[in-house]
């Protein structure tokens, strides 16, 4: 267990790491700030302090590639990307059919700086972790409703691997709960940020004399925000646990929790914001196109919540709750 | 002991005694048997040791973490044992005596309510006086070493259940708002007191209105200060939104649990199971942290109102589920499931009313969370 004192410190620097403009500063600067190696020996516990901030901050990297690449036991630097499985889903990217690679998936901002990715592969019904030359691969950047977030489309056939490793389904399914957790709290760090501005805007905008904060309907509105964006951190708190290990059943349920209350914090802002929330000069619209991306990757909540209540239905009983 | 240990010991004494402590006539008992059935578990928990535990030993319990009492309540909610509600009004009334009664009262009184020898309502809101809370009007006159109760109150929980009551009432001037409130512990059994149960929308007298016509509390008993009723009542509400909503929650996740296993295939949407499924967990979460703070000894305050929002929304949806997936066992159903669901879910609706409405919850949020300001 960190610290809190080592958290503290470590908060700070990864805080102030997301202030800068360009990825390849950010990412210079959490090399600089230890974020791999604080990775490593602390485990999950670093994943809150580095997520939640760089959501706050509309900030992208190569941190979540960090992440996955090392919850599969292979080396994470920044030369290295991981693809992301496609948008909305969590199947693997990769295909060995024939003796040839298959690829269609997501790549991060890191993607088009990385001289190697590392990729998720199934060969005959097992898995396999695939390391390639980024040169091998097509990749495009995806504009869609967040571009700053860069991330970009990655497809190839008949991919060359320069190194592969088994992986058993339940090492995939731990590093996917680990990202998935990541990915809740970049949403919770967003949902935040949205509140904070819905916030400012409803103490200082003055309508009939007052601030419109002073409106029931519009405190009610940042209530549901608080108690969306609170019950979210509970979920995804309680996913990451004490222990090294994610559950991958909460983290799931943390993930769909995540997104989803982040669509409601960003309903209810982009209301109390009202005209200036609609434009491109208010920071608002950043956020709103991060949550609405940030949904779609590794699961998004609608797919994971409807499986869940599959898988549910089938086993005809609830999951044990985390004991007190 | 620990969590750990307590938590072993329970569950086997529970495993043991499950027979004797599982109500007579199942699920559709009438209120006087819950109530009847409610002491049986209590005395029984109590003499076993269990129910002693996180408890201060000047009133009667074993000492030990506040944790110990939340595993209880979801123990015996989980079982199917207790309902809830009626159950964990201990968790409201019992902090409220230990820190506001003399001790020498809270002494004498307290382990009455924990053994389930006596059961004790609480006598806040009145007939103006709903969400408004500072603004009752319940007269309390001094008279030599008595006050002099006149007024009404209601939606007073088990009334005519309970031997005492802890009473909210003015003793300021009619304007004095907040700072003319006292609390006192009153004899139900006191001259002058009427009792009038009401029959709720889920057919059970589940709450009362209660008449006082000059009636005598000794000045002994007093809880805090004179005047001082307003910090009694905020210090006993967020105790209402932590142990007993942690009980809730077990309570509705054997429910969910309940229905999984028996609804027909088909029934539910899978997409609408697991969202709330995943609000279940998500309140969970949240009061867990609610639990260790408590334990820790940090004082609850307003961001309890959060716990409140979340297990009223979710009871809410847990039973709008129900109702998807069951809905000709609550419209028409008339055995002893059917009547259980329907029961639940009228009753569910009222989730977002008691102790501290949605709306009195959001305010608080607003103001104290969000820093919002006052309203207006």
Redesign the interface.
Known sequence: MMDAETAELLAESLGRAFRHESVAAVEASLAEVGWREALQEEGAAVIPLLFTRQGAANATSGALDDLLTAALGLPADPGTAFVLPEFGTYGTPGRVQDGGLTVRGLGTARMPSAARAVLLAERDGALQAITVETGGLCTRPVGGVDPRLGLVAVEGQGVLASGSTAVTPAAWENALASGRVAVAYELIGASRAMLRLA?EH??TRIQFG??I????AV??R???C??AI???E??A??ALGTGDRVSPL?AG?AK??AG?NARTVARHCQQVLAGVGFTDEHDFHHYFRRVLTLDGLLGDA?T???????E??RD???PA???? | MD?QEF?TGLDAWLDEHEPELRAESGPDLTLDEEMEHLSKVKRMTYDAGWMRRGWPERVGGLGGST?MR??LG?ALASRDLIEPGVYSMTEVLAPTMIEFARPELAAEMVPRLLRGDETWCQGFSEPSTGSNLGSLSCRARRDGDAWRVTGQKVWTSLAQYAHRCVLLTRTGSPESSHRGITAMFVDMDSPGITVRPIRAIHGRDEFCEVFFDDVRVPVDRTLGEVGGGWAVAMDLLPYERSTSLWHRGAYL?QR??RL??TVPDGA????????V???V??????S??T??RMARGERLGPETS?DK??LATTEQAVFDLVADAVPTAIAIGDDADGDRWRTEFLYSRAATIYGGSA?I???I???R??D?????
């Open positions: 916030r409803a103490v007052r601030p904060g002073t409106f029931q405190r009610h940042l209530a549901e608080l108690v609170e019950s979210a509970a979920a708190a309680i909460l349920m769909s929790l989803r609608r994971l919540t409807r499986e869940l209540g599959e549910l239905l005809r009983r609830l709750a985390p004991p007190l | 969590l938590r944790l939340a595993y979801e996740r969910l649990g999984l296993a539910i949407d899978p997409g609408d199971l697991g969202e499924v995943q609000m967990f998500a309140f969970h979460a949240r867990r942290g639990q260790h959060i929002v979340l709306e919850q959001r305010n949020i607003a103001r969370l969000l919002l300001g006052t309203e207006r």
